[in-house]
């Protein structure tokens, strides 16, 4: 019998079996492995599945900004316990046509003195970020400092390798139901085996509901990415590319996009990335959905849309070859994660990311192993009223 089971060995769940495993080395953490053909995978699929996140300080909430400095104060620690290198300081550039938003950004940077710049006008963006084009009316904030990207899969592995020295068990499963006794928890996989713990973190990402017979109130929202293949001419040209985040004006489809510089990818070519927020992004409801999403590799127009912003931020772009991927985001009814008490003592639960956790993780996960391990919020600084899990209407 373990003292604590995480459900999940994502971003969050494998940060949070990290500081479990500094309480007890009696803990565990079940979650699958990534498969191997997403076309044919009949079970879980998680977003971490890919090698480029933006990880920054800056933004408009400061609730957010905070769990994003914490998280970075702790990279270089993590790389080093861990062996695995996963953090690159390139910088982060943000775009924006709303004043008042650049002057909340700013607001934020320097509460949490965060190291910026502000191009307020196109002669100043244009000479500070010459790679780039954006239209005249645009404002720009370059975040330099702790400001680039993270290799989401490479952040798991240290996570784990990190728990597992410190005794944790990785079991490499697929939870299908939990249970409350009186003697605790007890959790079983899809591969028939039966685990039992005192306690059980649920951080289960998209499919956290799966698992509840009260389910929280979870808005799934499929998305697809675009890789830009870059020939070694565009690698050598583009290597000073910071992230990028643009909000858009007028765009028909994207209210957003995000982009991450030319990064190595499993098939050893190098991709440059970019994703957005739609306007009327469709929703999964069920785990068939979800599957369904995955196995067929997300949407076609959405790419089209995301290279039309991408051609038009970077007009020099000289791509290979495009490929896409497809993945979902989880977003919660507040807007921040839920990090909760589901049963008193016995199942908590963290999930919702909102699309912008990756870079926070490690911070989501060590306060979601607080709660579960004292069993009561400790953090002074980041209220619980914030996390609050809400059930479904």
């Known amino acids: 019998m373990f003292d604590t089971i ?36 009949q079970g879980v699929f998680a977003s971490h599945y890919d090698q480029g996140r933006i990880t920054r300080i800056l933004d408009v909430d400061p609730v957010w900004a905070l769990l994003a400095k914490r998280s970075i104060a702790q990279y270089r620690t993590i790389e080093a316990n861990s062996g695995i290198n996963f953090y690159t300081q390139s910088g982060g550039l943000q775009i924006n046509y709303n004043l008042e938003r650049v002057d909340q950004i700013e607001c934020v940077g320097h509460q949490l003195e965060a190291e910026f710049q502000i191009f307020r006008d196109s002669a100043a963006l244009k000479a500070g970020c010459p790679l780039f084009s954006f239209p005249e009316y645009m404002t720009g904030v370059f975040e330099d400092g702790g400001a680039g990207y993270i290799n989401p899969r490479a952040l798991v592995a240290a996570q784990l390798t990190i728990a597992q020295q410190q005794g944790a068990s990785i079991i490499r499963e697929t939870v299908v139901s939990i249970a409350s006794h009186k003697s605790g928890v007890s959790v079983t996989t899809a591969e028939g085996y039966i685990y039992r713990a005192e306690k059980v973190l649920l951080a289960a990402g998209a499919y956290t509901n799966t698992l509840l017979d009260t389910p929280l109130a979870l808005t799934l929202k499929p998305r697809t990415i675009l890789l830009a293949e870059l020939p070694e001419p565009e690698v050598s040209r583009l290597a000073t590319l910071p992230t990028l985040m643009v909000k858009l004006k007028d765009n028909p489809h994207l209210a957003s996009v995000y982009m991450v510089p030319g990064v190595k990818y499993p098939d050893g070519k190098i991709y440059l990335k970019i994703g957005g927020d739609l306007h009327k992004a469709p929703e999964a409801h069920s785990f068939e959905e979800l599957q369904n999403w995955f196995n067929l590799g997300g949407s076609h127009a959405e790419v089209e849309a995301l290279k039309s912003v991408l051609l038009d931020c970077i007009p020099t772009l000289a791509a290979a070859a495009f490929h896409q991927k497809p993945c979902v985001i989880t977003l919660t009814a507040h807007t921040y994660p839920y990090i909760d008490t589901l049963e008193d003592g016995r199942i908590y639960v963290v999930a919702g990311g909102c699309g912008t956790s990756a870079k926070s993780s490690n911070e989501i996960g060590r306060l979601a192993a607080n709660l579960t391990h004292h069993n009561a919020w400790l953090d002074q600084a980041l209220h619980a009223e914030n996390f609050q899990a809400i059930k479904q209407s």
């Not at 979650?31 to 191997?36: A, L």
């Open 6 to 41: 995480v459900i999940g060995k994502g971003l969050i769940g494998s940060a949070a079996i990290r500081y479990l495993s500094e309480h007890s080395p009696n803990v565990a953490a079940i979650g699958p492995d990534e498969p191997d053909d997403w076309t044919t995978h």
